[in-house]
């Protein structure tokens, strides 16, 4: 019999020692991790090839050494090693298939080269008004997705699999009995969009964003559009919208901002809106988090990737100021994530 092991977040609440280590080695488990989607281990295992000998044949590794990189991944509690030298999948691990419901596979990688690069600068960001990505590519986050189509559709997998985890909650917590008509600005593939009408069958909605990813929406919105339900339009948040509404959702959007660009999305926006219009957006939320340990992070990533934020409500409560808004409800709907409804003032 196996004796039981410490796991790392055992090993994380102990003495200060451990804790600091743990911290430290915070980059090396993360890159495991990468290694266990990127090549598909995780994969492997849970369609049944468990034997470290049998990974290693089918991957082109050295078994001895690809066993330390799977002990370390069951100290990090998503694989457990079942017998000598085999491994099973945890329920955390199954999170990393790429097929499962909200798969974190994508993200995985998303926090791969271009995150770790980024992540280097951090340093440089508190010298230049840059993020770490611009630093790095010498180009914005959407600009160079735009010229890495690859890189773009792991992008978009891995804030889908993020918002599968409080999509279906967002329907619920909005009020739209009086509402005819809604747009998701900056809503990617429309699984957003998609799932408040299914919800709303009386609204007609509007998915908006970029032309490029209009583009890639088409087939995913064909079945709303047939219906007359959905129209596609692209453009600029920057620029006044081509449209009016009922209301406007925004999934994620003003954090990649800094607070003068947020103004100006969210006064388009408000122009956009009929009379008695609102806004919801969908955002973390600093203060009163249920994990405030991940919203500090989640700030720093927004940083490093966009030079935006994630905010306060007071901080939240200046930006909608400066576009004539006002903060009317803040649901939270998922640990940090909450659902906040904004109209003018």
Known sequence: MQKSQQNFFDIYSSTDELKIH???????????????????IFSLIHSGTENTKDLAKKLGFIPDRLYRVLKNLEHLTVIK?????????????????????????NLTMLWSDEFQ???????????IEKSGFEIAYNDNLYSYLQKNPKIAE????????????FNNEIPNEMDLKSVESIADIGGGSGATLRNIIAHHSHLKGILFDQKSVIDKAMNEMEHFQHKNRVDLVHG?????????VDCIIMSN????????KAT????????ALNENGKIYLVEAALEGSIEPIMGRSMDLTMLLM????????????????????????????????????????
């Not at 915070?26 to 989607?37: D, F, P, R, Y």
């Not at 690069?117 to 010298?127: G, I, M, Q, R, V």
């Not at 792991?154 to 985890?165: H, K, T, V």
Request: proline residues 2%; glycine residues 6%.
């Open 22 to 40: 743990g911290m430290l080695s915070a980059s090396l488990n993360s890159k495991c991790i990468q290694i266990g989607v990127k090549y598909g």
């Open 81 to 105: 090693e079942t017998n000598e030298h085999c491994f099973k999948l945890t329920a955390l691990g199954e999170k990393l298939l790429p097929d499962s419901k909200g798969s974190l596979a």
């Open 117 to 127: 690069n980024a992540t280097n600068n951090l340093d440089n960001t508190l010298k």
């Open 154 to 165: 792991n992008f978009d997998l891995a804030m889908r699999g993020l918002s599968e985890y």
């Open 236 to 244: 600029d948040f920057f620029k006044p919208l081509p449209f009016k």
């Open 253 to 260: 959007i003003i954090h990649n901002w800094s607070d003068e």
């Open 264 to 271: 100006q999305i969210l006064l388009n926006c408000r122009n």
């Open 306 to 345: 966009t030079s935006g934020k994630e905010r306060t409500f007071n901080e939240f409560d200046k930006v909608f100021h400066s576009a004539g808004l006002k903060r009317v409800n803040a649901k939270n709907i998922l640990n940090m994530t909450c659902l906040i409804e904004v109209k003018s003032i």
